[in-house]
């Protein structure tokens, strides 16, 4: 089973419907919303060079996919 990170705003709505994806295909998922957590936005940053969310780092098979925006083709092919 994939280890799965997604980083999400509150008013972010590509990261709500990121959230409502991984719901739907029974995903399960660690939140961390970086407006709570300025802290792990920090470590997002320096990882990707990205401000944006969702930013989703999946841990699978031992390597780290990393997918920037919600890329729902991307997700589908990474979790087949």
Same mark, same amino acid.
């Given at each position: !089973?994939? *280890? &799965?990170?997604? =980083?999400?705003?509150?008013?972010?709505? =590509?990261?709500? !419907?990121?959230?409502? =994806?991984?719901?739907?295909?029974?995903?399960?998922?660690?939140? @961390?919303?970086?407006?709570?957590?300025? +802290? #792990? /936005?920090?470590?997002?940053?320096? *990882?990707? /060079?990205?401000? /944006?969310?969702?930013?989703?780092? &999946?841990? *699978?098979? %031992? *390597?780290? #996919?990393?997918?920037? %925006?919600?890329?729902?083709?991307?997700? #589908? +092919? @990474?979790?087949?």
């Amino acid at each position: !089973m994939p *280890k &799965i990170k997604i =980083y999400t705003t509150p008013s972010c709505v =590509y990261c709500q !419907m990121a959230k409502d =994806y991984f719901k739907e295909k029974n995903v399960a998922y660690e939140e @961390i919303n970086v407006a709570e957590k300025p +802290e #792990e /936005g920090q470590k997002m940053l320096e *990882k990707t /060079g990205q401000l /944006g969310v969702p930013q989703i780092f &999946i841990e *699978k098979d %031992g *390597k780290e #996919e990393i997918i920037i %925006g919600f890329d729902q083709a991307r997700l #589908e +092919e @990474i979790l087949a």
